[in-house]
């Protein structure tokens, strides 16, 4: 996991209220996403961007938002609109295009 | 999109066992990817097969790849507690910069 930080480890939302997750690298990769992941399920892809400035929506998009303002930085909004929100967020960072993907620790978001 | 699909989905061996797990794709791949997942923390990459690769070795890891049909074996041989965990496969398309993850096999190792 080194090189990536997400946080907080456990979050709590409440009905109708928006949450953002955080994920920090420090190993000057342009490319970085973020992965929801159901128990007993693959990882999907909600957003990914490719340089600063830039993000394109994946394949479940719709309920989260993301901004790329720093390169170090991709924050994920899980909005009141995305109405099953309880999962694993997973954001990964990529050195050499389609070689390899590096993970952070993950967050837990549960529904209180 | 999830392309790969491994089998088996779980799986429990002795320590010291060999554990086999296979991938199966559905369309052209650029490469092929395998990552271990310890329960509650983020994925790892533990190899990479080329699709003009056959087969790769990294310490007690072993992967094939058969393209003609279009599937994936990842051996780990003389298995040890710590190798517990989930083993996904993912896959790079041709035409598209993204990862496609499978649903993952669950491998415990009984001590």
């Known amino acids: 996991d080194g090189g990536i930080t ?19 690298q420090n190993l000057n990769h342009d490319a970085m996403y973020w992965y929801r ?19 394109q929506k ?51 978001l549960s529904v209180l | 999109s999830q392309q790969g699909e491994e089998d088996p989905q779980a799986l429990s061996i002795q320590e010291g066992e060999n554990a086999t797990m296979n991938c199966s794709y559905k369309t052209s791949i650029n490469n092929l990817q395998w990552y271990r997942q310890n329960s509650g923390r983020g994925l790892v990459h533990l190899i990479l097969i080329r699709s003009n690769e056959r087969e790769k070795h990294s310490g007690r890891l072993r992967v094939t790849l058969d393209t003609s049909k279009k599937s994936s074996s990842l051996l780990i041989t003389a298995s040890r507690a710590a190798d517990t965990a989930s083993y996904f496969c993912a896959t790079v398309l041709y035409g598209n910069n993204r990862l496609a993850f499978g649903k993952g096999n669950q491998v415990v190792v009984i001590p």
């Not at chain 1, 997400?6 to 920090?24: A, D, H, I, M």
């Not at chain 1, 994946?58 to 999962?87: C, H, M, W």
């Open chain 1, 58 to 108: 994946g394949d479940i998009a719709e309920g989260y938002s993301v901004s790329r303002e720093k390169k170090e930085s991709f924050p994920l909004t899980v909005t009141s609109a995305q109405k099953n929100p309880t999962a694993f967020y997973l954001c990964a960072t990529e050195g050499v295009a389609n070689e390899k993907l590096f993970f952070g620790s993950g967050t837990q």
């Open chain 1, 37 to 55: 992941q159901d128990p007993g399920q693959g990882l999907r892809l909600i957003y990914y961007s490719q340089i600063v400035n830039d993000f």
């Open chain 1, 6 to 24: 997400q946080s907080p480890k456990y979050l709590f939302r409440k009905e109708g209220q928006n949450v953002t997750l955080s994920c920090e």
